[in-house]
């Protein structure tokens, strides 16, 4: 393919359109700015064991060996998917991996 | 190999095959391995759950059991190494791409992506957007426009799937029908904060290929020339006015 070069000229008019269509906001000052952190999302604090519990240990138990069989069960099989044989997302049996 | 309790420590909460690491003792006189499964269970819960916070529509996809179930193989080689969880899962969508029981959905791990630069935007700096009077300036000379570079708000990352990563997190915010989304329809999109919503602004194939540009550092001449080259039908007024209007823009230099 030919390899295009841009003018400036053609830079400076499209810089200058773009400006005019965008119609800027005078300065940064004039944008009120006031951040509240709560102190981070959801779920990024540090003791986060889970609802009902405290840092004391009752969360449910969630490490229990490695051996595991789950399928991809969530929305995945509400889309539609032309090219999937199915028409939907597609779930499929999974062996252990490790 | 001469072993710390620190690192002992560490890898039996890894492992839950392994026993206890020596020396523990309970106050009380209890058994400290019990005690032990109790604190390495809130380690493995608290890190997952930070993940579903994060991987929000990653879990809904995919459903909360294999969620989890991925989540802990992530964690077995994947441990926090930086003290700021909301760092936490930077090579997560990396993760998702290679492990094999997820390879049925081939656009989880974009997706996954999208969600990650979504929690980086949020936390990035604070930044203004580009003045009237920095961009008139610019115009000013404009000989030197081909030599301009523009960089981007802190808070932008660019996303190029091959998958409609958009629309699927677009679904799950219900902002469009989870029916209608067609997810072998590559999408981009810029995740911007300029102020303080993250914004995930759908972006046409030229224009992202053209912000990539100006990511890597490009000249704006050489930005366009690049763009236009595997994109015909690029158009630059549209592409700037976009990035200007979304206050996607941050510093000009030469």
Same mark, same amino acid.
């Given at each position: 393919?030919?390899?295009?070069? *841009? ?8 810089l200058?359109t773009a400006i005019?269509v965008?119609?800027? =906001?005078?300065?940064?000052? $004039? ?17 986060? &064991?889970?609802?009902? @519990?405290?840092? &004391?240990? +009752? ?17 995945? *099989?509400?889309?539609?998917? %032309?090219?999937? =044989? +199915? ?8 062996? $252990? +991996?490790? | ?14 492992? %839950? ?14 058994? %400290?391995? @019990? #005690? ?32 989890? /179930? ?5 964690? #077995? ?5 930086? =003290?700021?969880? /909301?760092? !936490?899962?930077?090579?997560? %969508?990396?993760?998702? /791409?290679? !492990? ?10 974009? *997706?996954?992506?999208?969600?990650? &630069? #979504? ?7 604070? &930044? ?5 009077? *920095? ?7 404009? $000989? #030197? ?41 590559? $999408? ?18 030229? +224009? ?29 007024n549209?592409?700037l006015a ?13």
């Amino acid at each position: 393919m030919a390899k295009t070069t *841009t003018t400036a000229a053609a830079l400076a008019l499209a810089l200058g359109t773009a400006i005019s269509v965008a119609s800027l =906001p005078a300065s940064a000052d $004039e944008m009120k700015m006031e951040k509240c952190y709560g102190v981070a999302l959801k779920g990024q604090n540090d003791c986060k &064991a889970g609802p009902g @519990t405290t840092c &004391a240990g +009752t969360a449910k138990k969630d490490y229990q060996g490695n051996a595991f069989k789950a399928v991809p069960a969530g929305t995945c *099989t509400q889309m539609e998917s %032309p090219t999937s =044989p +199915t028409g939907h997302g597609q779930l499929e049996a999974f062996e $252990e +991996t490790m | 190999m001469n072993r710390t309790p620190e690192a002992d420590f560490r890898q039996a909460l890894l492992n %839950p095959e392994l026993s206890a690491p020596a020396g523990l003792w309970a106050w009380n006189g209890s058994d %400290p391995t @019990t #005690r032990f499964d109790v604190y390495r269970n809130n380690v493995i819960v608290s890190l997952i759950e930070a993940l579903e916070s994060t991987f929000s529509v990653v879990q809904r996809l995919v459903g909360e059991q294999f969620f989890r /179930a991925m989540a802990r193989e992530y964690l #077995r080689e994947h441990m926090p190494n930086h =003290p700021v969880l /909301a760092r !936490f899962g930077d090579s997560f %969508p990396g993760f998702i /791409a290679e !492990f094999e029981p997820a390879s049925s959905l081939p656009y989880l791990a974009d *997706t996954a992506r999208l969600e990650w &630069a #979504r929690v980086q935007a949020y936390h990035a700096m604070d &930044a203004g957007p580009l003045s009237a009077e *920095t961009l008139q300036v610019a115009l000013s000379e404009p $000989e #030197r426009l081909p030599q301009l570079r523009i960089s981007l708000h802190p808070s932008a990352h660019l996303l190029r799937s091959q998958y409609a990563a958009v629309s699927l997190w677009a679904a799950h915010q219900d902002l469009i029908p989870l029916s209608q989304v067609d997810p072998w329809q590559p $999408e981009q999109a810029l995740i911007l904060r300029p102020q303080l919503e993250v914004e995930v602004i759908p972006l046409d194939r030229a +224009t992202a290929a053209f912000t990539a540009c100006l990511i890597d550092g490009l000249t704006l001449g050489a930005a366009v020339d690049e763009t236009l080259n595997t994109h015909s039908d690029f158009d630059l007024n549209a592409a700037l006015a976009l990035l200007l209007q979304r206050q996607a823009l941050h510093v000009l230099s030469y």
